[in-house]
C-alpha cells in the first residue's frame, strides 16, 4: 500500500488502541485515560496494531495516549494483584513489541510510570517535555522491576544510572531524563516531538535502517525475553511478603510506605 493510500485509510480500532496513518508513519494510540494502566489484552491490542501498521508498509510508528499521562503500568488499585500465568502472557506481550519491525518512537505526556516506564523504554525512542515525569517505582511499592527494564534501562542510560533509578525509584523531570540520556527529544508537545522523529526515520533507506537497527540491537530480544522470565519470577516472590502488601497500600492511601523487610 502506497504512502498516499495510507493516508487516506480511516482510524483502526484494535480494543482500546488506535492505529492512523500519518505518511509513512502509524500513529498508534492508548485509549486509557487519564492514567492509561496497561493488562494483558491491551498489550496485545497494542502489538497487534504495530504488527499491522508495519504490514500495511508504515516504517515508523509513534506510540502515544490519550489523556492526561503515557501511562502508569498495572493497576493494582482496582485490578489487584496480578496471577503468574498473567505476567507470564504479559511478558509475552512486551517480548513481542520489543521484536517489532518497524522503530518505535514513544510520546511520553505526563508521567510514564512503573510498567509505563517500561514500554517506553521498550520502544527505540522516546519524546518528552520538561512536566514529563519518569520514575522506575517498584522498590516503593515493594517488589521488583519488570517490563524488561533489566535489560532496557541500562542500555539507555548506563548501569550506574539505571541503579539508580531502580533502587531509589525516585522520580524524574523530562530535562533530567533528557540529560541522562533516558529522553531522546524534549519539547512542549511531546507527540509533535515524536512525529518529527519518525518522519526523520521513515524518510532514511527503509532497508538500510532495518540493518543498522538489527546490527546495534544485536540480541536485545532474546535478552529481553530472559530478562522478564527473571523478573516475573522475582515478582511472583515478593508479591508475597508483607512489604509488597505495605507498600500497595501505602500508594493507594498517597503516604510514605513503612517497610519492614518481610
Do not use: K, W
Not at 518522519?199 to 540480541?219: I, K, Q, W
Amino acid at each position: 500500500m502506497s504512502a498516499e493510500e495510507r493516508t487516506a485509510v480511516e482510524m483502526e480500532q484494535h480494543g482500546d488502541v488506535t492505529v492512523r496513518a500519518v505518511g509513512d508513519v502509524a500513529e498508534i494510540e492508548i485509549h486509557r485515560p487519564p492514567a492509561n494502566y496497561f493488562d494483558v489484552t491491551l498489550l496485545g491490542d497494542l502489538v497487534a496494531a504495530v504488527d499491522r501498521a508495519a504490514g500495511e508498509g508504515a516504517r515508523a510508528a509513534v506510540i502515544c495516549s490519550e489523556g492526561r499521562h503515557f501511562c502508569a503500568g498495572l493497576d493494582f488499585g482496582s485490578a489487584g494483584r496480578p496471577t503468574p500465568e498473567a505476567l507470564t502472557d504479559l511478558y509475552g506481550h512486551a517480548t513481542a513489541l520489543v521484536a517489532a519491525p518497524v522503530p518505535l518512537v514513544a510520546a511520553v505526556q505526563g508521567a510514564a510510570i512503573g510498567g509505563g516506564l517500561g514500554l517506553a523504554v521498550a520502544c527505540d525512542f522516546r519524546t518528552a517535555a520538561p512536566t514529563s515525569r519518569f520514575s522506575a517505582n517498584f522498590t516503593r511499592l515493594g517488589f521488583h522491576q519488570g517490563f524488561g527494564l533489566s535489560v532496557t534501562l541500562p542500555a539507555v542510560v548506563g548501569s550506574q544510572r539505571a541503579l539508580d533509578l531502580l533502587t531509589t525509584g525516585r522520580r524524574i523531570g523530562g530535562e533530567e531524563a533528557q540529560a541522562i540520556g533516558l529522553c531522546d527529544r524534549l519539547g512542549e508537545d511531546p507527540r509533535a516531538e515524536a512525529h518529527a522523529l519518525a518522519a526523520e526515520l521513515a524518510a532514511a533507506a527503509p532497508l538500510a535502517v532495518a540493518a543498522v537497527r538489527a546490527t546495534l540491537r544485536g540480541d536485545l530480544v532474546a535478552r529481553f525475553g530472559a530478562a522478564v522470565a527473571h523478573e516475573r519470577e522475582q515478582q511472583v516472590r515478593l508479591m508475597d511478603s508483607e512489604d509488597f502488601g505495605e507498600g500497595i497500600a501505602a500508594s493507594l492511601e498517597r503516604r510514605p510506605p513503612r517497610f519492614r523487610g518481610r
